[in-house]
Structure formats: C-alpha cells, structure tokens
C-alpha cells in the first residue's frame, strides 16, 4: 500500500529524530487539517481530482481530526503524517491530496495560517494593557509623584503621565503587531516546491476560504520567504522590550514603598517569612532577553539561506512560536499587575520634591522674569549645592548676581515653583504632566483604543 510504501521511504536512519519536526508540529495540527480542506476542495473545483475522492479525502481529514494530532502515524513532520493517514483511510487515492503542491507552500502556509491566531493573541493582550494603563492615568491624573532621569530625582510629575508615556509605547507596539499581521496575511498556498505547477490551480481559491487577504504571488517567494516571521518576532520582541521598561518601574516603586503589587502577581520566600516579592515583573522584566535571543536566533538562521526551500527553516519556526507566547504571557501579566497595583499616594507626594526636583520649575520662572536662561541654571545650581529653600536661592542670587531674588521675581512666585504639585500644575505645555495636560492624552489613548 502507498502509505507503507510512504513510512518506509524516510523509515530508518540515526538521523530519523533530528529529521522529524512531528512533535513540534503538533502547533500547526488543526492548520495543516485546514490547508488540506482548502487544497482539496480546490482540486475538486478545477476538476483536477473527482467529487467522490475529494469527498472520502474530507470525511478522512475529519476523523484525523478527531483522533487528533497524538493518533498519527510516524511521519517526518505533521504534512506527511497526515498524508499517511488519509491514504491509510482512503486508500491509495487519499495521495491525490497532493496533486499540485509541495510541503513547502503547505508549511508556510500552515505558519502564516496559525501565526495570523497567535498574532492576534498579542495584540488583544496589548489592547488589555492599554486598558489597564488608561486606567491608572484616569484614577491618578492628580496624584504627584517623583519622576527621575538616571535612576536620580529629576522633576516632579504624575503617576497619570508615567502611565500615558507607556500607554503611548504599547499603542505603537499594537500597530506594530496589526502592520505584520497585513503581511503574514498573505497566502503561499499553490506555489508548489517553488517553481509553480503545471495543475490549473486556483490559488485566490484556496486563500479566500483559509480567510487570507491574497496570495504571495510569485512562487519561489511564497515557498522560501520568512520575512513575516522576523517581522512579527522583532514586532513581540520590540514589545516585550516596551514590557521590561515597565517592569523594572514597577519593582523600583514597589522597593520605594510607592506601589505595592497585588498579592496575585508577587511571591514570597520560602525562608524569609515576611517577604513579598515582585517575581511576576521580574520574570516580565526577563522575557524582553528571551525574546532578543530568539530575533537573533532567527535572523542567523535566515541569513544567507539561498533560494529556494531549505530545511533551516523547520528551525526558524520555533523562534517565533517561543516568542509570541512568553509576550502573550508577558503581556496578559503586566496588564494584571498594573490593573491590580494600589498606589501609595501619602509616599508618592512626600518623595515628589525630593533631591530639590522643582529646581528647573524656579530656573524657568527667573527666566521668564527676563534673566537668560543659563544665568538662571547657574543661579539655582549654586542655591542646590546648599539647600532648596527661599533662603539658599536669594543668597545665590547675591552670589551671582549681586542683588536679592526679590528684585527679579516675586516671592509668592517663587514659593508655588518650589512646591511640587503647582510645579506639575504649571507645566501644562502639550503632552506635558499637568491634569490640564494629560486629559487630552487620556482621551486620545481611549479614541486608538476603541479605533
Ligand atoms: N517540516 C518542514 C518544515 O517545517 C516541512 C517542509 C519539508 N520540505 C522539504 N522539502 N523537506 O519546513
């Protein structure tokens, strides 16, 4: 029978296991299924094959189904494993299921088929940390707090403006996600081993009833390209790197006593009975490595790879599939994290001035009073190596200036500059930390995310 005469052909050998993608492949299963529906169905349309065959080939395919992806026989890769089951159930005409295609249009378009999914996976869970982040900005908008440049107090600002800068990232890592997605979205279906097919195939057939948006058209390309899959990993990798910032935030606040996470997204010692650990955005924090690795793990594998078909490319599939689900999860888990955070106000305003972070805030005031800006830098710069009080900033204005700070700016003024929440009122430029400010980015962050 075909099928023995099938399993035999690729039956023995040391490299037998390192040949065999079977186990892997169990992620295209339900895929392969669908590509062999579509195929068969359109070698039936043309008339290539016979109604009855095609018939026996589907009721074959559904059974395979049933008995699911751990029923197959031995084979080199799902293809050919169910390809040998339908000849063990239809006979030898179930090998008419491979007129006029190639393994190799079949796999690519079984990844793109299954991708589109785990795709649109990710950018849900990107939609839900949009939420989340949304969120946070609405309940907090008011709420002050430290901002910082090198880890080092800089200026103060609001826990709303920490969450739209991020919201902002994760919105463009979405369009990222929804750009690969147009170009996975593209059917290779029908370019046989590489050089097309003597059969009257009807490719847009066969894309339009896998739901593809058309055909990569020419037929070495849609058999050898896996630009969509570095696309798409370097899109979840750039993600998970937008993850890990966020991550690292959250355990730098969580240490300061600014945040506490959720019980459900720490952990605790198994020593230390007091502890409550940030684990969940640790790991969060270290799948942004995860996902580095595997963008480089993948572009290695393709760089260089002549054309056509080459087997390397059973291994560059794995990098993507790693990728898309630690960032799914990566995801899923940060939008639970901040969605669950309780934010400590109390801390949060009294640490909002420290390391004198108004000291821009009364630099700009000096120089919209008309002294140059950099006379004004230097003039607080030289208060700051002292102290941040009204007293420090007049002895340095005598020191540099030679005169009191009263008569270049108002004192009340002065006073409002160096508290930190009319610091942050005052900087209501656009895109900036004051309420005023960031209720236009709250908006437009619910606008792209209902879009
Ligand atoms: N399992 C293979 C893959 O993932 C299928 C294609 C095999 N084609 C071939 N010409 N050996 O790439």
């Given amino acids: 029978e075909s099928g023995v005469v099938r399993r035999d052909r690729f039956s023995g050998g040391p490299a037998r296991s390192f040949l065999s993608s079977l186990a892997a492949d169990e992620r295209i299963f339900e895929a392969d299924l669908e590509v062999d529906r579509a195929h068969t169905l359109m070698l039936a349309e043309q008339g290539i094959i016979d109604a009855e065959t095609a018939g026996s080939i589907l009721t074959a395919l559904d059974a395979i189904e049933v008995a699911g992806h751990d029923s197959l026989p031995d084979g080199e890769d799902v293809h ?42 990710a950018i849900e869970t990107t939609l839900a940390l949009r939420q989340s982040l949304l969120d946070v900005a609405d309940t907090h908008a008011e709420t002050i707090m430290p901002g910082y440049t090198h880890l080092q107090p800089a200026q103060p600002t609001t826990v709303a403006h920490w969450a739209l800068s991020y919201e902002g990232a994760v919105r463009r890592d979405t369009e990222r996600l929804l750009e690969a997605y147009a170009r996975i979205n593209e059917s290779p279906l029908g370019g046989a081993a590489f050089a097309g097919t003597t059969f009257d195939v009807d490719r847009e057939f066969t894309a339009s009833l896998l739901g593809f948006d058309g055909v990569v058209v020419n037929s070495m390309d849609a058999a050898s390209s896996r630009d969509f899959l570095l696309e798409t990993t370097q899109a979840l990798s750039t993600h998970a790197t937008t993850l890990s910032g966020l991550a690292e935030d959250l355990i730098i606040f969580a240490n300061r006593g600014f945040v506490s996470i959720a019980d459900d997204y720490s952990s605790t010692s198994s020593i230390m009975p007091q502890k409550k650990n940030p684990d969940t955005l640790e790991l969060v924090r270290a799948v942004a490595g995860d996902a580095a690795g595997n963008v480089q793990g993948l572009t290695t594998t393709l760089k260089g790879l002549p054309r056509a078909y080459n087997r390397d490319l059973q291994r560059a599939t794995t990098h993507a599939w790693e990728t898309v689900d630690a960032a799914v999860e990566a995801s899923e888990v940060a939008a639970g994290a901040i969605a669950t955070a309780d934010w400590n106000e109390e801390a949060l305003t009294a640490e909002a001035g420290a390391g004198f972070s108004t000291a821009t805030g009364v630099a700009d005031l000096l120089a919209a009073n008309g002294l140059p800006f950099r006379t004004a830098h230097e003039l607080v710069a030289t208060a700051a190596e002292n102290s941040s009080d009204y007293d420090a900033l007049d002895a340095a204005a005598e020191d540099v200036l030679g005169e009191p700070l009263g008569s270049y700016v108002d004192p009340d003024a002065v006073a409002d500059a160096l508290d930190p929440a009319e610091s942050v009122a005052s900087r209501n430029s656009r895109g900036g930390p004051a309420p005023e400010a960031t209720a236009p980015q709250l908006e437009s962050g619910r606008d792209a995310l209902d879009a």
Avoid: F, K, P, Q
């Fill in 80 to 121: 050919e494993a169910i390809e040998t089951a339908v000849i063990d159930r239809v006979g030898a005409d179930g090998g008419m299921m491979h007129t006029a295609r190639s393994r190799n249009d079949e796999v690519a378009t079984c990844i793109r088929y299954r991708l589109r999914e785990d795709v649109l996976d």
